[in-house]
C-alpha cells in the first residue's frame, strides 16, 4: 500500500516536469518566432531603402518640374535610414517615408505617358510589392505576437511563464501619423 | 484594388440575389475547426487502409508461403533441410487451418492459438506490403520533383515582363506573410488557367503557375492563388498528398509484381523501378523516369486489360498453351481476386476517404490563405473565375489532385481560338439594347469580363426577364450570321427556354443539336495527342479530390467574401434526400454482392493453391526419395 502511494506520487510528479518542459520548450519557440518575424520586418525595411533610389532617378528625367516630390522622398529616405534601432523613432521615419512614397506614386498618375513606359511600369510594381512586404511583414509579426502572447498568459502557462522570464511582446501598431493622416469620408 | 472590389459588388447588386452566410467564423476558428476533421479523417482513412488490407492479405499471404514453399522444395531435392524445418511448416500450417476453421464453418478454438493463427495468415501479406511502401517512398523521395517539371515543360518567369515580375512578387510576399522561405516559381506555357504546388515536402516545393492563370487574374486574386498554395505548403499538405500517391502506388507494385511471371509489359516496369532505384536517382533522366513508372504504377489499380489476360487468351490455341493454362490457372483465380478487391475498396472505401480528406485540407488551405491576404474576395473571385473553363495543364495528369481546380480535360465546353473571340464580342456588343443603356453595365473590352456578364445575362434571361431573354436571342442571331459553324455549338435560346417550359419538340431539338456536338468534339479529341489519356489518381477514386466550388465559396463567404452564387432551395434539397433514401438499399445490396463476390473469389483462389502445391509438394518429394 506504502508503495503503490509513493509510486503514484512519483508518477504524478514526472508528469508536472514533463508538462512543464514541454511548455517552456514551446514557449521558447514561439519567442524565436517573434524575434525572427522582427527580423523580417529589418529586412524589407532595408529592402526599400535600397530600392528608392533607382525609382527617383528612372522617373525623374519624365518630370523636371515636380522637384518637391522628389526632395520629400530623398528626406524621407534619409531620415529613416538614420533612425536607428528605437522602435518609435523608426515607426514614425518610416511612415513619413510611407507617405512621401504615395505622393510620388499620385504624382506619377498625373502623367499618361509616364505610365506607359515600360520600366516605369515594373518600377511601380517593384514598389507596390515592396510597400506589400513590409505590411505582411508586419501582419506576420503581429500573428506572432499573438500566439506568443496568448501562449504565455493563458492559465495554467501563466504561473511559470513570469519565473522564467516570458514577458508579453508589443504588437507593431500603426503611429499616430498614419491614422492622422487617415480621412473617413461617409 | 478598391476598384475593382467596388466593381465587384456593382456586379452582384445588379444581379440582386448574393448568398448570405447566416454563420459568421473567422478565419481562425475556420482553421481550426479542418485541422481537428484533418485527424477525424486520418483515422477514417487509416480505418479504410485497414479494412483493404485484411482481404488483400488473405490473397497474398498464400502467395508468400507458396512461393516459400516452393523454394524450399527446390533447396530441398539438392540439399536436404533438416527435419525442424519441416516441423516448424507444419506447425504454421496447422495454425492457419485453425484460423480459417473459425473463420469459415465456426469452429470453437483456443483464442491463444487463434491469434497466432490470424498472425500467421495476416503477417506475410502486412510485411510485403509494408516493404512495398517503403521502397515506393525511398524511390519518389529520392527522384524529387525533377521529373514532373520535365513533364510539365516548366520554365522560370521572366523577371522583364511585368506580369511575370507581378507572379514572383506575389510569391514572395505571400511567403512573408506566411514566415515561410519563399518557392521557387515556374511557368507553364499551357492553354488552361490553372496552378499547383508540387514536392514532396515543404523543403523542396515548387509553385508551378500556368501563363493563361497569370494573364487572367488582377493581382488581388493572384495573390489569393499563391496565398492559396503557400498556406498548402506550409501546413504540410506535400507530405499527405505524397501519401495519398504512394497507397495508390503500392497496390499498382503489388498487382505488377504479381503478374510479372506472366508478362513482359509488367517485366519491364519492375526493371525500370530497379533501375532507376539503383543508379538512375539524380540525373533529370531518372526522374522522368521515377515519374513515368509512377504513372504506369498508378494504372495498374484500375481495372484494365493487362498482361495476364494476355497470358491466359482464348483466341491463341495450342495443345502446350492449354497445358501450360491449366498449370498456371490457380495464378489467374488470385490475381483476378487482388484485382477485384483493389479495385472495389480504392474505388469505394480508401479512394473517397483520401478524397475527403483532402477536401478538408483545400479548405484549411482556404482559411488560411484568407489569413495571409485579409481579402478572402480575392480568392474567392480567383476561383470563380478557373471554374468557368477547364484549367487543362497538358502532362499534369500524374498528380491531379495537387492543382487549385481540376486539370481535367475539356468536356463541357470548347475554348473559343482568338478570332471566335473576337465574332462574340462584336456580337455581344450589337446585342446591347439601345433603349436601355443605362440599366446594363457597358461593354467591357476583357474578353474575361464578357463572359461574366454573358453568364449573369444568361441567368436572368432563364429566370423569366423578357429583356434579357432578348438580348441573349439577338446575340445568338448576330452570331449566327458571322459564323455559323461556330453558332451550331451552342443550343437555340429559344429552344431552351421553351424546353423549360415543357415544349417536346424544343427538347428533341435541343438533344439533336448536343449530340452532333459532342461528336465534333470526340472528333476534335481523337485529332489531340494525349486526348484520351484518363488521369490516374481520379481515376482510382468513386469521389473526386478537388471539393465542389459552391462549397469553398461558401465557406469563403462565411470569412467575409462576397461570392457570386445561387442558392439552392431547400425543396431541391429534401427531393434529394428523398431520392437517396430510396435508392440506398440498392447500393446496400450492390455492396454486399461485390463483398460476396471477392469472399468467392479468394476462396476459390486459395483451395486452387492448396491443391497446385499439394501436387508440386508431393512430386518434390517423390522426387526427392526416387
Known amino acids: 500500500m506504502q508503495i503503490s502511494t509513493t509510486f503514484i506520487f512519483i508518477v504524478i510528479a514526472a508528469a508536472a516536469l514533463l508538462w512543464i518542459v514541454a511548455a517552456f520548450n514551446r514557449l521558447v519557440t514561439l519567442r524565436n518566432g517573434v524575434q525572427n518575424a522582427w527580423a523580417e520586418i529589418d529586412v524589407q525595411l532595408k529592402r526599400r531603402h535600397d530600392l528608392i533610389p533607382n525609382l527617383v532617378e528612372t522617373v525623374r528625367g519624365y518630370m523636371q518640374h515636380e522637384r518637391s516630390v522628389f526632395e520629400a522622398v530623398t528626406q524621407a529616405r534619409a531620415n529613416a535610414i538614420a533612425a536607428g534601432s528605437n522602435v518609435h523613432q523608426r515607426s514614425t521615419a518610416e511612415s513619413a517615408l510611407t507617405a512621401a512614397l504615395g505622393g510620388l506614386f499620385a504624382v506619377v498618375e498625373n502623367y499618361p505617358q509616364l505610365r506607359a513606359v515600360e520600366s516605369v511600369q515594373l518600377l511601380q510594381e517593384q514598389l507596390t510589392s515592396t510597400e506589400n512586404r513590409v505590411a505582411y511583414a508586419r501582419q506576420f509579426y503581429n500573428d506572432e505576437v499573438m500566439k506568443y502572447n496568448t501562449a504565455q498568459s493563458t492559465f495554467p502557462r501563466n504561473l511559470f511563464a513570469g519565473l522564467f522570464g516570458f514577458s508579453s511582446a508589443t504588437m507593431f501598431a500603426g503611429s499616430d501619423g498614419d491614422r492622422a493622416n487617415m480621412q473617413v469620408k461617409i | ?626
Open chain 2, 1 to 626: 484594388m478598391e476598384g475593382a472590389s467596388v466593381n465587384e459588388c456593382a456586379k452582384v447588386a445588379a444581379i440582386g440575389q448574393r448568398y448570405l452566410p447566416r454563420d459568421r467564423e473567422s478565419f481562425f476558428d475556420a482553421q481550426r475547426r479542418n485541422r481537428r476533421a484533418t485527424w477525424r479523417l486520418s483515422a477514417l482513412c487509416a480505418v479504410a487502409i485497414v479494412l483493404m488490407g485484411i482481404p488483400l492479405a488473405l490473397i497474398v499471404t498464400p502467395l508468400v508461403y507458396a512461393a516459400m514453399l516452393i523454394g524450399a522444395d527446390v533447396i530441398n531435392y539438392f540439399w536436404p533441410l533438416p527435419a525442424a524445418f519441416w516441423r516448424l511448416a507444419d506447425e504454421i500450417a496447422r495454425f492457419g487451418f485453425v484460423a480459417l476453421g473459425w473463420l469459415l464453418q465456426h469452429k470453437s478454438a483456443d483464442p491463444q492459438a487463434l491469434a497466432v493463427g490470424a498472425a500467421v495468415m495476416l503477417l506475410p501479406g502486412v510485411l510485403l506490403s509494408g516493404s512495398l511502401w517503403t521502397v515506393i517512398s525511398v524511390l519518389f523521395r529520392r527522384s524529387g520533383v525533377g521529373g514532373a517539371l520535365l513533364a510539365l515543360n516548366a520554365r522560370e518567369p521572366n523577371q522583364a515582363e511585368l506580369k511575370e515580375l507581378q507572379l514572383a512578387d506575389v510569391v514572395q510576399e505571400m511567403a512573408i506573410a506566411a514566415g515561410l522561405p519563399a518557392p521557387c516559381v515556374m511557368l507553364v506555357d499551357s492553354a488552361g488557367a490553372n496552378a499547383a504546388a508540387i514536392g514532396t515536402s515543404a523543403a523542396d516545393a515548387r509553385i508551378i503557375v500556368s501563363r493563361r492563370l497569370v494573364d487572367d487574374l488582377n493581382r488581388d486574386e493572384l495573390e489569393g492563388v499563391c496565398a492559396h498554395l503557400i498556406a498548402s505548403i506550409g501546413n504540410g499538405d506535400l507530405r499527405i498528398a505524397f501519401r495519398i500517391t504512394a497507397v495508390f502506388e503500392t497496390c499498382g507494385l503489388l498487382v505488377t509484381i504479381i503478374n510479372s511471371p506472366f508478362g513482359p509489359q509488367s517485366r519491364r516496369v519492375l526493371w525500370r523501378i530497379l533501375r532507376s532505384g539503383l543508379w538512375g536517382a539524380g540525373r533529370d533522366g531518372g526522374m522522368q523516369e521515377a515519374a513515368a513508372v509512377a504513372d504506369l504504377l498508378a494504372r495498374n489499380v484500375t481495372l484494365d486489360a493487362d498482361d495476364i489476360d494476355r497470358f491466359f487468351d482464348p483466341a491463341k490455341k495450342s495443345r502446350l498453351r492449354s497445358i501450360r493454362n491449366f498449370i498456371f490457372f490457380p495464378i489467374f483465380f488470385t490475381n483476378f481476386a487482388i484485382k477485384l478487391s483493389l479495385w472495389f475498396f480504392s474505388s469505394a472505401i480508401l479512394g473517397p476517404s483520401m478524397a475527403l480528406l483532402w477536401h478538408t485540407r483545400q479548405y484549411l488551405a482556404d482559411a488560411s490563405a484568407v489569413q495571409l491576404t485579409r481579402n478572402p474576395d480575392g480568392l474567392a473571385a480567383a476561383l470563380q473565375k478557373l471554374n468557368e473553363e477547364p484549367g487543362e495543364i497538358p502532362g499534369g495528369d500524374w498528380a491531379v489532385h495537387l492543382f487549385v481546380v481540376s486539370p481535367k480535360h475539356s468536356g463541357t465546353a470548347a475554348v473559343p481560338d482568338a478570332r471566335q473571340r473576337q465574332v462574340l464580342a462584336q456580337a455581344w456588343a450589337a446585342s446591347e439594347p439601345r433603349t436601355a443603356a443605362a440599366t446594363t453595365a457597358p461593354v467591357p473590352a476583357d474578353f474575361r469580363a464578357m463572359q461574366s456578364q454573358f453568364a449573369a445575362t444568361l441567368r436572368a434571361a432563364l429566370g423569366g426577364d423578357a429583356q434579357a431573354m432578348g438580348r441573349i436571342r439577338a446575340l445568338y442571331q448576330s452570331v449566327a450570321a458571322a459564323d455559323p459553324a461556330f453558332a451550331a455549338q451552342f443550343p437555340n435560346p429559344d429552344d431552351v427556354l421553351s424546353a423549360r417550359q415543357g415544349n417536346a419538340a424544343a427538347i428533341a431539338r435541343l438533344l439533336a443539336s448536343h449530340k452532333t456536338g459532342s461528336e465534333r468534339q470526340s472528333q476534335g479529341q481523337s485529332q489531340a495527342p494525349n486526348a484520351e489519356k484518363p488521369s490516374s489518381i481520379s481515376a482510382v477514386s468513386m469521389l473526386g479530390f478537388h471539393p465542389s466550388l459552391k462549397r469553398r465559396l461558401k465557406r469563403l463567404a462565411r470569412m467575409g467574401a462576397h461570392p457570386d452564387i445561387e442558392v439552392t432551395s431547400r425543396k431541391a434539397w429534401i427531393v434529394a434526400f428523398v431520392i437517396s433514401l430510396f435508392f440506398a438499399p440498392f447500393a446496400v445490396l450492390l455492396v454486399g454482392l461485390f463483398l460476396l463476390l471477392i469472399a468467392i473469389m479468394t476462396m476459390t483462389s486459395l483451395t486452387f493453391l492448396v491443391v497446385w502445391l499439394a501436387f508440386i509438394h508431393k512430386a518434390f518429394t517423390l522426387l526427392g526419395h526416387g
